[in-house]
């Protein structure tokens, strides 16, 4: 089965800062790629995705890359704020096939 | 965004017991998930539930697990009976068709 893969598991920055957050993932089937946002003691909150027939997408500060031939996605969050910090989750899933598949999360840390 | 809630937030329960989780997904939802997070560990997918039935469901879940939504109401996990190893946070998820996942906060549940 699909294997999502999180790079970093902590991620530090100062405000302003740009923070990226790679994943990789092994199913090449795989066609879609949400990103949640746990922040602590809460459940998961959808931040973003993309699919597979685009390699970006952007919404506010956060852009999505995928590349296909890698087998590899990343989430770049710019002028990071103290409120984005928070464990954030890649994960992927099949073309019509609910089933989602996370990595380990990144606890993302933005310092003041 | 929307709102997928969850009842109770926390559960403590004895080994051999039943318990029922309780979701309330977002109203026009049609498709209902379960996800399993060990603390420390990945959320791992258990199963995913459409018009009234089981659609897929994961080696995690085991012949004690069941669910229903009868009527319209709660989306419901029930484990009869308990065992330690069910010791996790559960997180119900919703989805108008297979597109985004919306999840609710996580009920976390301990079998002592």
């Known amino acids: 089965g699909e294997k999502v893969e999180q790079h970093e598991s902590t991620l530090s920055v100062r405000e302003g800062d740009s923070a990226v957050i790679n994943c990789t993932y092994t199913?090449?089937?795989?066609?879609?790629f949400p990103w949640y946002k746990q922040e602590a003691g809460k459940g998961l909150h959808f931040v973003i995705d993309?699919?597979?027939?685009?390699d970006r997408k952007q919404s506010q500060r956060l852009i999505v890359l995928l590349d296909k031939k890698a087998k590899r996605f990343s989430l770049h969050i710019t002028a990071t704020q103290p409120e984005d910090s928070a464990i954030y989750f890649c994960?992927?899933?099949?073309?019509?096939?609910?089933?989602?598949?996370f990595g380990d999360g990144t606890q993302l840390v933005v310092k003041p | 965004g929307p709102k997928v809630l969850q009842i109770p937030s926390h559960q403590i329960i004895d080994m051999g017991q039943m318990v029922t989780l309780n979701c309330d997904p977002v109203?026009?939802?049609?498709?209902f998930y379960w996800y399993k997070q060990i603390l420390g560990q990945q959320m791992e997918f258990l199963v995913n539930?459409?018009?009234?039935?089981?659609?897929?469901k994961s080696k995690l879940f085991k012949d004690q697990f069941s669910v229903e939504r009868p009527d319209g109401s709660y989306f419901t996990l029930k484990i009869q009976p308990t065992a330690l190893e069910d010791s996790a946070v559960y997180f119900c998820?919703?989805?108008?068709?297979?597109?985004?996942?919306?999840f609710g906060p996580g009920t976390r549940l301990l079998v002592l």
């Open positions: 199913d090449t089937a795989s066609s879609y």
């Open positions: 994960a992927a899933s099949r073309r019509n096939n609910n089933r989602i598949f």
């Open positions: 998820a919703s989805s108008l068709g297979s597109d985004t996942q919306y």
């Open positions: 539930f459409y018009n009234g039935k089981v659609m897929e």
């Open positions: 109203s026009n939802h049609l498709y």
């Open positions: 993309i699919r597979s027939n685009v």
